[in-house]
Nanobody, 124 residues
Framework: QVQVVESGGGLVQPGGSLRLSCAAS????????MGWARQAPGKQRELVAA???????NYADSVKGRFTISRDNAKNTVYLQMNSLKPEDTAVYYC??????????????????WGQGTQVTVSS
């Protein structure tokens, strides 16, 4: 089995910062990509940032220059550093990992895993 657990959300004032973390554990052969998405009230889930196994990154235009995604392969963890937060950043943030599970001497195909979500609220 594979477990994905995220943390780091909370209430911050506009202009503040938060750092989200998401760690995977279990029978993992390789994590091919990691990312973050968010869903605000009344809106669809939107991709925020992603990082590939080759360290290529992509950001939504709304967060570019303010958010930074990074990873720690040894810890099977992805981070989202959020700076200069705005009220419109308020949402539930979900981490996503594309994982190849280990199996005997090999591995299984790639599976998509999601964290449980963590609330980020930006308000004065």
């Amino acid at each position: 089995q594979v477990q994905v657990v995220e943390s780091g959300g909370g209430l911050v004032q506009p202009g503040g910062s938060l750092r989200l973390s998401c760690a995977a554990s279990g029978s993992i052969f390789r994590i091919n990509a990691m990312g973050w998405a968010r869903q605000a009230p009344g809106k669809q889930r939107e991709l925020v940032a992603a990082i590939t196994s080759g360290d290529r990154t992509n950001y939504a235009d709304s967060v570019k220059g303010r958010f930074t995604i990074s990873r720690d392969n040894a810890k099977n963890t992805v981070y989202l550093q959020m700076n200069s937060l705005k009220p419109e950043d308020t949402a539930v943030y979900y981490c996503n990992m594309k994982i190849q599970r280990s199996y005997n001497n090999g591995w299984l195909g790639e599976y998509d895993y999601w964290g449980q979500g963590t609330q980020v609220t930006v308000s004065s």
